[in-house]
Every structure is written in C-alpha cells, then in structure tokens.
C-alpha cells in the first residue's frame, strides 16, 4: 500500500514540474504509469486525465513515445507484456485527446 501512495505522490510531483522531461524520465513515469494500471486503476486514469488536460502535450508525446520505445524492446524478448501494451494504447489517446482540445 505505502508503495503505491509513494509511487503517486512521486508521480503527481513530476506532473506539476515545468518544462519537458528527459527520455530517462518518461521510462521511468511509464514505468510508475503502469504499476498504477496493475494496481490502482482509478489513478491511473485520474493520471491519464491530467496529461490530456494539461497546457502542453509535451508530457503526453514524451511518455507515449517512452512507452513505444518499451515496446519495441520488448519485441525482442519471448515474454509478453498485456499491460505495458495496454498503458502504450492509453498514453496514445491521451495524447491525441490533448491535442484534439
């Protein structure tokens, strides 16, 4: 439990920064997006929410392109990831609802 609420408030804390993020960062804020998915998902969507509300879509390309850079790495392996696929589906409409407003 208290990892989770580490997890968002770490989260919410990068969300209210300014400027863009560094492609270190994206993996790890898409990393953290998809324990949310696995754990909680009311605030992930709550997450998905405020990138598509947000002024810029800057966070919202850098995190969909993070997670198709996971993506990508992980069609290398056997394994499958569902959820990092379905984290990669939401963060794309995310960015298009915030570029759509």
Known sequence: MWRGISIVL???GV???CGGISK???MRQVDQLIVLYEENRPKFVLQ???LEKASSCDRATALRQAA???IRA???SKESDDNLTKVQMEL???EK???AK
Do not use: P, Y
């Open 92 to 94: 794309l409409q995310a």
């Open 68 to 70: 198709d850079d996971k």
């Open 74 to 76: 992980a069609s290398m």
């Open 15 to 17: 969300l209210c920064s």
């Open 10 to 12: 770490l989260f919410s």
């Open 48 to 50: 998905k929410s405020e």
């Open 97 to 99: 609802n915030c570029q």
């Open 24 to 26: 270190e960062e994206a």
